[in-house]
Each structure stands twice: as structure tokens, then as C-alpha cells.
């Protein structure tokens, strides 16, 4: 079983920058592949990033590639999304989720645990 908790989201204008972070509890933090999600008024809740068990392999969705660096720290439990060059179009509440078997899916219904969701509004 793992719980998440988001934190860092907040107003932030266009071309700034906002880090979010994950907070895991659980001793098989380590072993999961960690997700980035986001879902805005409307829309389906779509991946932003992951990150496999290791750190050494990472995903990004093509409108983040560039923007966005994902990163954890298996020593902390922790997993964070540094997000940069912020447009209007991020605008969401960001989901931290954590996937079981691994693979860096991109797809919603393959991570099991997710957290409550913190709220990101970028002014234009």
C-alpha cells in the first residue's frame, strides 16, 4: 500500500516557474514507477511525466518535453515535478500516481495509487 500527497501547487504567471512534489509513505516506494497527471475543467486526466523505479528512465508528455523535468529520491520517498516556462494550457490539478509494475506507462488505468491532487493556475 502506498499513500501520496501532492503539495507546491499555486498561481503562477505565464512564463514562470512552480515545483511539485510527492510525498510517499510505504517501504516499497522504491520498487514503483512514479506518474505525473494532470486534468483540466473538462478534459481527461492525462500524464505529464514518469519515472521509472531506478530514476534512470524518464517520459514526458510532447507538450511538457523541454518545460518539465521529473525526478525522485528514493531516499525520501519523494518524487518531483520541476516545471518551467509555464503556459495558460497548464493549467490543471496535477496528480501524483504510483504504478506497481513498472514499464513507464502513460496510460491512467495502469497506476493503482494516487494522491489527492494539487491545484496549478498559470495567468496569461
Known amino acids: 500500500q502506498v499513500q501520496l500527497v501532492e503539495s507546491g501547487g499555486g498561481l503562477v504567471q505565464a512564463g514562470g516557474s512552480l515545483r511539485l512534489s510527492c510525498a510517499a509513505s510505504?517501504?516499497?516506494?522504491?520498487?514503483?514507477?512514479m506518474g505525473w497527471f494532470r486534468q483540466a475543467p473538462g478534459k481527461e486526466r492525462e500524464v505529464v511525466a514518469a519515472i521509472s523505479w531506478s530514476g534512470t528512465r524518464t517520459s514526458y508528455a510532447d507538450s511538457v518535453k523541454g518545460r518539465f523535468t521529473i525526478s525522485r529520491d528514493n531516499s525520501k520517498n519523494t518524487v518531483s515535478l520541476r516545471m518551467n516556462s509555464l503556459k495558460p494550457e497548464d493549467t490543471a490539478v496535477y496528480y501524483c500516481?504510483?504504478?506497481?509494475?513498472?514499464?513507464?506507462?502513460?496510460?491512467?488505468?495502469?497506476?493503482?495509487?494516487w494522491g489527492q491532487g494539487t491545484q496549478v493556475t498559470v495567468s496569461s
Open positions: 510505504g517501504r516499497t516506494f522504491s520498487s514503483y514507477t
Open positions: 500516481a504510483a504504478d506497481a509494475f513498472g514499464g513507464l506507462s502513460r496510460t491512467t488505468s495502469d497506476y493503482e495509487y
